[in-house]
């Protein structure tokens, strides 16, 4: 089955950086899409960055500028690099991938923003 994997998770100071990363067990070529959501408790999934196939990404308002997403097609990969972090971004992060229009989930991992 196709699965991802996330890692790169933790505890982060307001203002620091971290970068997460998603490994796909098959070739992201396979995928149309890829991005990230996230879920704070109590709160609904939201949009944080996708990566289209062709290239062209997009990213929720809140993170606009201080996020940015990437993909590596040699280690199967899509990463996160999050800047300037702050205590609103204190969620879970789950990968997600348009497998051939099916949805594909991660377990998620879990961004901590606190001094």
């Known amino acids: 089955q196709v699965q991802l994997e996330e890692s790169g998770g933790g505890l982060v100071q307001p203002g620091g950086s971290l970068r997460l990363s998603c490994t796909a067990s098959v070739s992201i070529f396979n995928f149309n899409a890829m991005g990230w959501y996230r879920q704070a408790p109590g709160k609904q999934r939201e949009l944080v960055a996708t990566i289209r196939k062709i290239g062209s990404s997009i990213y929720g308002d809140s993170v606009q500028g201080r996020f940015t997403i990437s993909r590596d097609n040699f280690k199967n990969r899509v990463d996160l690099q999050m800047n300037s972090l702050e205590f609103e971004d204190t969620a879970k992060y789950y990968c997600?991938?348009?497998?051939?229009?099916?949805?594909?989930w991660g377990q998620g991992t879990q961004v901590t923003v606190s001094s």
């Open positions: 997600y991938g348009d497998y051939r229009s099916t949805d594909v």
